[in-house]
């Protein structure tokens, strides 16, 4: 995928159809690596918290989960409607949180690569409460993924279509309703008139596609999830890869 295809995708993210969910999400091979490096010693978190505890916004627009100054710093670029994300999450969340972070020499930080209209409103609803409510949400959407996509795909394509060509300021809360991700956020505390003045501000959602598109040049990002430790991409995104590259690190 070329660098004017992802930006194209971002800029027309909300206008995208249904199908554009396939796109853009890859798994690779799970080869691993032994661990190399010496281990780094774990760092205690503030007095009274786990370092999961610990969560912050970052100036790229995502969620940092742990110690800001551990050694290691993992970033996620991951799509809320990408199957290969919502496995890698079954399978790493708790792992990464409990084990990795915890330990103090991992941060994680997850950034919303945003590839069609469904993941933009799934987006716009994680990030519509505290920042400490981002990866519970954002794990519960995974968890759920596939039955928004059932639901839009049983209301019909005129019901789609009524949803897609709404005004921006309208889009999002028709989409909210067409795939059931308000009712699914209003049972997680984030309430209906909440979740709908999120998904109307517009110019929100015009810069998370900026922001995509400005990242994905950057670091050539080319599917989803894609993978950065220490600012660098790395040739894993699997849980089976990813996890080595941590423990040759030292975080082990």
């Known amino acids: 995928m070329t660098p004017y295809t992802l930006r194209r995708l971002a800029l027309l993210a909300a206008l995208a159809p249904l199908a554009l969910g396939v796109a ?16 780094i010693a774990k760092v205690a978190p503030p007095a009274g918290k786990t370092w ?15 110690n800001p100054q551990a050694p290691i710093k993992l970033v996620e670029y991951g799509s809320l409607t990408c199957p ?9 969340t708790a792992d990464i949180r409990d084990k990795f972070v ?23 609803l994680t990030h519509c409460g505290s920042p400490e409510s981002f990866f519970p949400l ?37 989409i909210g309703q067409l795939t059931g991700l308000t009712d699914f956020f209003a049972a997680r505390g ?17 810069a998370m596609a900026a922001q995509v598109t400005k990242q994905a040049d950057q670091y050539q990002i080319e599917g989803t999830p894609t993978f950065l430790i220490n600012g660098k991409k790395i040739d894993a995104n699997t849980w089976e890869t990813v996890k080595p590259e941590l423990e ?4 082990r």
């Not at 610990?54 to 742990?66: K, R, S």
């Not at 290969?84 to 790493?92: D, G, L, Q």
């Open 84 to 92: 290969h994300c919502a496995e890698f999450a079954e399978k790493a």
């Open 190 to 206: 984030i309430s209906k008139d909440q979740a709908n003045a999120c998904l109307a501000d517009s110019a929100k959602a015009e």
């Open 138 to 174: 954002t794990e519960q959407v995974f968890a759920n993924q596939k039955s928004f996509f059932e639901k839009a795909q049983a209301a019909g394509k005129p019901a789609q279509d009524a949803a897609f060509q709404q005004p921006a300021d309208k889009r999002g809360p028709a």
């Open 248 to 251: 040759r690190l030292g975080a």
């Open 52 to 66: 999961s505890d610990v969560i912050a916004t970052t100036p790229e627009g995502g969620y940092l989960m742990g």
């Open 24 to 39: 853009a999400c890859k798994k690779a091979a799970t080869d691993t690596a032994a661990p190399s490096g010496a281990a």
């Open 102 to 124: 915890a330990s103090g020499r991992v941060s994680y930080e997850f950034r919303n690569f945003i590839r069609d209209a469904i993941d933009l409103t799934a987006t716009q």
